[in-house]
C-alpha cells in the first residue's frame, strides 16, 4: 500500500534561528553531516532553549530530511540525553499514527531510486530545492511493520561497511606514505 509521507508524519521547516555562544541545545546544521549524510560531532553549534525555539525541540525519531542544496538525506534523530533543534536547512518529518517506522522512512528517503525520484520533483534555477508539499504528497510504500524493522536494518548496516570500508582506506593510505617516505629517504 502506497500513501502520502504528509498522511505518516507532520513535516514542518526547521527553526529559522541562528547559533548562540552561550546556547545549551545542540543546533543542527548542514556542516554537521558529511557527505553520506551521517552525523558528526566536531562542528558542533548550540542555541538558546526560549519561547521561540522550545517549539522546535526534536523528538526521539524525528526524521530529518535536506530538500535543497546539491546533496539530498535523511538521518533519524535518536534521544539519547541530548536536546537538539534542526536548522531550517532541513525538513524535520515527525510520524503521527505509528505506521511507519522513522528508521524505515530515513532509509526509504536515502534510497537511490527515492532519490532520483524527488529530484525530478524538485526545482530551483540556481539552488536544487523541494517544496513542503511535493514532500508531503510524494508516496511511500507502508509494509508491515516486521519489514519496516528489516529495510531499516539493512540501510544501517550498509552505512557502516560503507565507513568501514572508508576507514580502511584511510589507513591504506598512511600506511602507503609511511612506506614511501622510508623508502625514499
Known amino acids: 500500500m502506497q500513501t502520502p509521507i504528509s498522511s505518516i508524519s507532520d513535516i514542518r521547516i526547521g527553526y529559522p534561528g ?3 555562544p552561550a546556547g545549551t541545545v545542540l543546533f543542527l546544521q ?3 553531516f558529511n557527505e553520506d549524510g551521517n552525523f558528526i560531532s566536531e562542528a558542533a553549534d ?3 532553549l526560549d519561547e521561540k525555539s522550545h ?12 530538500g535543497k542544496g546539491h546533496r539530498l538525506f535523511a538521518w533519524c534523530f535518536k534521544d539519547e540525553g541530548t536536546q ?11 510520524i503521527i499514527n505509528g505506521k511507519v ?5 530515513t532509509a526509504f528517503l536515502n534510497a537511490p531510486q527515492t532519490k532520483a525520484a524527488l529530484i525530478q ?3 530551483g534555477t540556481n ?3 523541494i517544496r513542503k508539499s511535493e514532500l508531503g504528497a510524494f508516496q511511500i510504500p507502508v509494509l508491515p511493520m516486521d519489514k519496516q524493522k528489516r529495510v531499516a536494518a539493512l540501510a544501517a548496516l550498509h552505512q557502516k561497511d560503507i565507513q568501514l570500508e572508508k576507514e580502511i582506506i584511510v589507513q591504506k593510505q598512511t600506511l602507503y606514505t609511511a612506506i614511501i617516505s622510508k623508502l625514499i629517504k
Open 18 to 20: 541562528q547559533p548562540e
Open 30 to 32: 548542514l556542516r554537521q
Open 46 to 48: 548550540y542555541t538558546k
Open 55 to 66: 517549539p522546535h525541540l526534536l523528538n526521539d525519531g524525528d526524521v530529518l530530511f535536506v
Open 84 to 94: 537538539a533543534i534542526a536548522s531550517s536547512s532541513f525538513f524535520v518529518l515527525r
Open 101 to 105: 517506522h522513522p528508521d524505515y522512512l
Open 121 to 123: 520533483l524538485g526545482g
Open 127 to 129: 539552488i536544487f530545492s
